[in-house]
């Protein structure tokens, strides 16, 4: 059973920083991608950041010079490094691991429970 735990969530001012992780647990037979989403009130779930198993790394370009997503694959672990908070960056943020399923072209998704951040005064 594959778990991933996310950290690091709370309550910031605009202007400061966070630093989520998220540790990803269990059996998995190759991991694709690892990356963050993040759900605000009202709003649909979006992407923030993923890196590929070939060290390619995407961003949102609403963070795009602000948030940082790095790994360690020895720990199987994600992190992203939040830069300049601003309130429209508030929401729940949720780890992502995209599964490669063996003998198959398909992939597992797996997601974190997630971590509220709140940028605000």
Same mark, same amino acid.
Do not use: H
């Given at each position: 059973?594959?778990?991933?735990?996310? #950290?690091?969530?709370?309550?910031?001012?605009?202007?400061?920083?966070?630093?989520? #992780?998220?540790?990803?647990?269990? #059996?998995?037979?190759s991991i694709? !991608?690892?990356?963050?989403? /993040?759900?605000?009130?009202?709003?649909? %779930?979006?992407?923030?950041?993923?890196?590929?198993?070939?060290? =390619?790394?995407? +961003?949102?370009? !609403?963070?795009?010079? %602000?948030? =940082?997503?790095? /790994?360690?694959?020895?720990?199987n672990t994600? +992190?992203?490094?939040?830069? !300049?908070?601003?309130?429209?960056? =508030?929401?729940?943020? +949720?780890?992502?691991?995209?599964d490669k399923?063996?003998?198959? #072209?398909?992939?597992?998704?797996?997601?974190?429970?997630?971590?509220?951040?709140?940028? !605000?005064?």
């Amino acid at each position: 059973q594959v778990q991933l735990v996310e #950290s690091g969530g709370g309550l910031v001012q605009p202007g400061g920083s966070l630093r989520l #992780s998220c540790a990803a647990s269990g #059996s998995m037979f190759s991991i694709n !991608s690892m990356g963050w989403y /993040r759900q605000a009130p009202g709003k649909e %779930r979006e992407l923030v950041a993923l890196t590929t198993s070939i060290s =390619t790394v995407v +961003y949102a370009d !609403s963070v795009k010079g %602000r948030f =940082t997503i790095s /790994r360690d694959n020895a720990k199987n672990t994600v +992190y992203l490094q939040m830069n !300049s908070l601003k309130p429209e960056d =508030t929401a729940v943020y +949720y780890c992502n691991i995209m599964d490669k399923v063996k003998y198959s #072209s398909s992939l597992m998704a797996y997601w974190g429970k997630g971590t509220l951040v709140t940028v !605000s005064t």
